[in-house]
């Protein structure tokens, strides 16, 4: 077994220090160590994208991450979506307009789009089909997703644009 | 209950499901979130010979590892098993031989994931291979090395039926066609791979977690495997990562964990890797279709006649129910006066298929819908209008003895048309562009349960104390399609009360009734029945008091909006929660039982094989595709489908809508990217990086409309919503890829290689390259010369 080396880093706004061995993947220590378990693998190819973290704000597939790499990072999952007692608008979205069926995608389909509406606060339906193409649903044949970001779109506009997930919503 | 009973507050409304939130917030637990002190990972050795006799299994190496609890093998659980009571044929572990490459031969417990792999590469396993079988038809041939010796020239099993008189169907008719169809293998690729805890309790009970849509199956199974009585032994359904028919039999990883955790007495949790998930597979079979039909020169179908052969991998599984399916729902959508069907389940040397989405009817309606278009073509008939033609006139009783209770296909036919413009565009597209129709149903749940009984289907009891909380105690498995809600919504509607009030306890076989599972798309009309059945239980109980209380009849008082009053004096009323306290002062504790079990009548006929298909009632789905067709590359881009659904009552438009647009969008995959691709027996593509599932690049806008027939005896008027549209889909597509270019596609997926081989044909030029296998293979012919002109038919 490889030597454990201790990682800092922060996720979800909290100060972390635990030790991993350098092979671990990202998905694991959060899913094992941190028992962060919103974060879900599905497949073993970095193909389906259930794994999906922001890492300093980059969506970044977990599985495809040396946990090691995260020293000094922020890393968000889909528990630290939204500030502290709301919601963030996306999960929002994807409650109200059924956005999630089994819901094993989900933290990875709203991880992808809490970083698409930062960076593109009003894509269009292309831009939405493009962003979340990374991304697989077994479920929902996609639609109630658009209808979900699209909501999210529209309740961003309207509330105070506070950042979701980062440290300083919180 | 009627629809007409009064005006719904929940029922009909949209509603979020309600474990939305805790799957946004990532702190709902599926299986494989499980942890628990003491906890081992099991891994499974899977065999690398397609056919091969076990001469030796060698643990010791891997039984000397440090970190390896237990390791089990054939003897350590011989017991055959399998869903069907004909089909106990398969054990955890092979015992004498395996049967297909991934096969599993033994398991290992160990403290961590690395030891247990270490340890599964030091298991020495020596094989002597045998003759594989890969291809059906060479299979069925077999004169030796059969797969099971039990099964004869590997034929699982094998039905001839026929209804009306199909010579004379045949001999009436104008236009005859035949043709061979084609369909590759599909997996459900459910986002989330099986995962088993099982826990080993200290009094000597068994605790597992499973991803199952079938509690109780995998319940009695493990009694029966692991020698120990059912009431030592507990099933819960966590949280699912879907289904779509994947979890729906009893998966190797859950008796190979419930094994080891026997062998160890500690808790062991197994989960499959993506690879592993196709192994274990039982998806939609590789199916070969010939199909002959008949129609008048008006377009009334004379007479269907279909052989179908499925590849069914090496393990019956659902494999008999599957091939019924595939006969028993060709004569019950239309009018269709005669039908011969002859169905062969095979065993191969490959993983075995089972049930999924759509069960058995969606390779053979691919077919059928195509050959409507065919003849509706050489007819110079409009293909809506032939569809329209041969409708049934429900209530009624199909040719095989299935009863029609209610029947939105004209409804959804006519919304289809409307929708997409159909008149104005069929047959007047550009060339390269192109539309199609088909229509689909499917049952709302077997009328038959896989294990003979008089039992009910589903029990669901209700708990009603002085809090006044409603607490609903159900064993149906909500996998991801919202059947949690739809009991919420039920009760609440009932009771009066609102939803947020109902607590739903679901799928633990310690403190739920028995419900047979999530298949056969049953749920929501036999659970939503017995739901009705327990809140009006309750509800009789808490007018009886408050009756008393107003010095009234009980048939004088309504529930509603969290209180109770009297119909003709609303001043007469108390919350819900006063009268509840009533209630119980009246009678202690509220509790109460409802269940369900489809009548008589709807059970379907008495010859070999009429137990599939009989349904207490029928979706029906029409769908229009349009496509783009590139003829200088045979891409084609789907671009919009339009689908109604009769849904009998959409308890949940929202819920309703995924599961439509979820169907179109599998069906979508199965027809254009989707096919598990074999090299003799070996896998080409267990993954999802290979295996294609559609991402949103390639989804067609997929727009979904309800159509409401208000079924005599669904919960509400209620039927399925979650299986039936997927079959039209495929057809749909193929034929509105005729109407661009003029090219038939018989073969599933529909290739690139296929519409260019296509169009040379059709241009005349000498094909380059070798079709897929059956292109091209149709025989049109105006109807042969016959000495029957019919009159036996009528």
Known sequence: MMQKQLLCCRVNGEERQFAVAPNRLLLDALREDLELTGTKRGCDDSSCGCCAVLIDGVPMLSCATLAVSCEGAEVTTVEGLGAAGALDPTQEGWVECAGAQCGFCTPGFLITTVALLRRNPNPSLDEIRDALSSNLCRCTGYMQIYESVKYAVEKHQKSTPVPAGTAAAR | ?794
């Open chain 2, 1 to 794: 209950m009627s629809a007409a009973d009064h005006n719904t507050a929940t029922i009909g409304k949209p509603m979020p499901m309600t474990d939305a939130r805790t799957k946004i917030l990532g702190l709902g637990k599926y299986a494989d979130d499980l942890h628990v002190p003491g906890m081992l990972t099991g891994r499974i050795l899977h065999s690398p010979h397609a056919h091969a006799r076990i001469v030796s299994i060698d643990t010791s190496r891997a039984a000397a590892l440090p970190g390896v609890q237990a390791i089990a093998t054939g003897q350590d659980a011989p017991t055959p098993y399998g869903i069907l009571p004909i089909g106990h044929d398969e054990c955890v572990f092979a015992v004498d031989k395996v049967r297909y490459v991934g096969d599993n031969v033994a398991a290992v417990a160990a403290t961590s994931a690395e030891i247990a792999e270490q340890a599964l590469d030091l298991i020495r396993v020596e094989y002597e291979p045998l003759q594989p079988w890969v291809d059906p038809e060479e299979s069925m041939k077999a004169e030796s090395d059969w797969i099971h010796g039990s099964r004869p020239h590997n034929i699982e099993k094998e039905y001839h039926h026929s209804f009306g008189d199909p010579e004379a169907g045949f001999c009436k008719a104008d236009f005859v066609t035949e043709r061979r169809y084609f369909a590759g293998e599909v997996n459900h690729a459910a986002m989330e791979p099986h995962s088993t805890l099982a826990i080993w309790e200290p009094d000597d009970r068994l605790m597992v977690y499973s991803s199952t849509q079938v509690p109780y199956y995998l319940h009695r199974t493990i009694s029966e495997v692991c020698a120990m009585p059912m009431n030592r032994i507990r099933v819960i359904k966590p949280l699912i990562g879907s289904g779509f028919g994947g979890k729906s039999e009893v998966i190797p990883i859950e008796i190979a964990a419930s094994v080891l955790a026997k062998k160890t007495k500690r808790p062991v949790k197994i989960t499959y890797t993506r690879e592993e998930v196709f192994y274990a597979h039982r998806g939609r079979p590789r199916t070969i279709v010939d199909l002959k039909m008949g129609i008048t020169h008006g377009g009334k179908i004379t007479a269907v006649q279909a052989r179908v052969v499925q590849d069914g991998g090496a393990y019956c599984g659902f494999g008999p129910v599957t091939v019924l399916y595939s006969g028993a729902l060709i004569g019950a959508i239309y009018d269709v006066p005669a039908v011969r069907f002859d169905g062969y389940r095979v065993l191969t040397n490959k993983p075995a298929c089972g049930a999924m989405r759509g069960h058995g009817t969606v390779n053979v309606r691919f077919a059928f819908e195509s050959m409507m278009d065919e003849l509706a073509q050489k007819a110079s008939l409009d293909p809506a209008d032939v569809r329209r033609t041969n409708l049934l006139k429900a209530p009624c009783v199909t040719v095989n003895g299935l009863r029609v209770t209610s029947y939105g296909l004209p409804e959804c036919i006519e919304k289809v048309v409307d929708r997409s413009d159909w008149s104005k565009k069929k047959g007047k597209l550009p060339r390269g562009k192109g539309i199609g129709i088909a229509c689909s149903h499917y049952v709302s749940g077997a009328a038959n349960p896989i294990i003979r009984s008089n039992m009910p289907h589903t029990t669901v009891n209700i708990k009603v104390d002085r809090d006044a909380a409603v607490t609903v105690y159900s064993g149906a498995s909500d996998i991801g399609q919202g059947s949690d809600t739809m009991q919420v919504q039920i009760v609440a509607e009932v009771l009066g009360v609102r939803p947020e009030r109902v607590k739903l306890i679901s799928a633990d076989t310690e403190l739920t009734p028995i419900d047979l599972g999530s298949y056969s798309s049953r749920v929501t009309f036999m659970v939503g029945n017995a739901c009705i059945d327990a809140a009006k239980k309750i509800r009789e109980q808490i007018f009886a008091a408050v009756a008393k209380k107003f010095g009234c009849s009980p048939s004088e008082l309504v529930s509603a909006d969290e209180t109770i009053y009297k119909r003709d004096d609303t001043r007469m009323r108390v919350t819900f929660d006063e009268a509840v306290v009533m209630a119980i002062e009246f009678h202690g504790a509220l509790v109460s039982q409802g269940s369900y079990a489809p009548p008589e009548d709807a059970r379907g006929g008495k010859f070999k094989g009429a137990g599939v298909g009989p349904s207490p009632s029928y979706s029906y789905g029409a769908q229009v595709a349009e496509v783009t067709v590139d003829p200088e590359t045979g891409h084609v881009r789907v671009d919009n489908i339009t689908a109604a659904h009769d849904c009998g009552k959409a308890l949940n438009p929202l819920a309703v809508e995924g599961q439509v647009i979820g169907s179109v969008y599998m069906g979508f995959g199965q027809a254009m990217q989707e096919e598990m691709v074999w090299n003799g027996a070996r896998l080409m593509n267990p993954s999802l990086l290979e295996y294609r599932i559609p991402t949103t690049l390639e989804n067609p806008q997929i727009e979904c409309m309800i159509v409401e027939s208000n079924d005599p005896e669904g919960p509400f008027g209620a039927k399925e919503a979650g299986e039936g549209s997927l079959a039209a889909t495929i057809p749909a597509i193929a034929n509105a890829i005729y109407d661009a270019i003029g090219v038939r596609l018989d073969t599933v997926p529909f290739s690139r290689e296929a519409v260019l081989e296509g169009l040379r044909k059709n241009a005349g030029v000498t094909p380059k390259a070798k079709a897929r296998e059956g292109n091209g293979s149709a025989r049109a012919v105006n109807a042969a010369p016959c000495s029957n002109n019919g009159e036996s038919q009528k």
